[in-house]
């Protein structure tokens, strides 16, 4: 059985939906620390044909609260317009806004404060757009021992959840060894996105963005081409 372990990300690029393709279970950690310059709360999207990040906003706290304890600023309802806006303007001449955009609009005004439970159901919204199926598991749902860290603690999920296969985006290439993994019983892969040039209006292509963008100008049948084909298992 096949298993990867991500962090929840906001509108995450296309790669992170190719992981959950790949995969029997997808889980993702609610009990880590937040960290501000990550993936969690913003992403990048297009605008006036460069690359713009986009956030969503969160109330002051404490630097060292787990993700599942941060709240979405009290202004997000008003911030969520703008967002909307800016993604409007952004896209409205892009090939696949009418779908793409009424899509997010439902995602952005999902009445949750939560940043954890708001970016779980963009999660959950954005694969059954995809037609992805994985059962998306939340890891405090997953009895293993929260203390562990690193390697330890993939593995001591793994063997919760039964998994003989783990695949972690390329990224980890550094941080877990095979051999490691290999003496617990547990094969290592790695994917790496070799994701396809498309056209983004008549621009340079700007690489390394949201989901949004990639939605936005290519088709469901492109997009399902380009999730289950545009890798490589190392």
């Known amino acids: 059985m096949r298993i990867a372990i991500m962090q929840?990300?906001?509108?995450?690029y296309l790669g992170y939906f190719q992981l959950m393709n790949l995969v029997d279970v997808f889980v993702i950690y609610d009990e880590v620390q937040y960290t501000k310059k990550g993936w969690i709360n913003r992403n990048r999207i297009l605008v006036n044909?460069?690359?713009q990040?986009?956030?969503?906003p969160l109330k002051k706290d404490s630097d060292y609260l787990n993700i599942k304890d941060r709240i979405l600023a009290d202004h997000w309802p008003k911030e969520r317009k703008k967002l909307l806006a800016k993604i409007y303007n952004s896209y409205k001449k892009a090939p696949e806004f009418d779908k793409t955009y009424d899509l997010l609009k439902g995602i952005f005004e999902y009445d949750e404060q939560n940043l954890f439970k708001f970016i779980q159901f963009s999660l959950k919204q954005l694969m059954s757009h995809f037609n992805i199926t994985t059962p998306l598991v939340v890891s405090s749902d997953?009895?293993?021992?929260?203390?562990?860290?690193?390697?330890?603690?993939?593995?001591?999920?793994?063997?919760?959840?039964e998994a003989t296969h783990y695949i972690n985006?390329?990224?980890g290439l550094e941080l877990y060894d095979k051999k490691q993994f290999?003496?617990?019983g547990m094969k290592?892969?790695?994917?790496?996105?070799?994701?396809?040039?498309y056209p983004q209006f008549e621009?340079?292509?700007?690489?390394?963005l949201s989901v949004v963008d990639a939605m936005m100008f290519n088709s469901p049948q492109e997009l399902s081409n380009l999730i289950h084909n545009d890798f490589e298992l190392i």
């Open 8 to 12: 929840p990300y906001f509108l995450p």
């Open 49 to 51: 044909n460069d690359a």
């Open 53 to 56: 990040t986009i956030t969503l």
């Open 142 to 161: 997953i009895p293993f021992d929260n203390k562990l860290k690193s390697s330890d603690k993939v593995l001591a999920i793994c063997k919760a959840n």
């Open 169 to 171: 985006p390329i990224g």
């Open 182 to 184: 290999e003496a617990k």
């Open 188 to 197: 290592l892969n790695f994917l790496r996105s070799n994701l396809s040039i």
């Open 203 to 208: 621009n340079e292509f700007v690489p390394g």
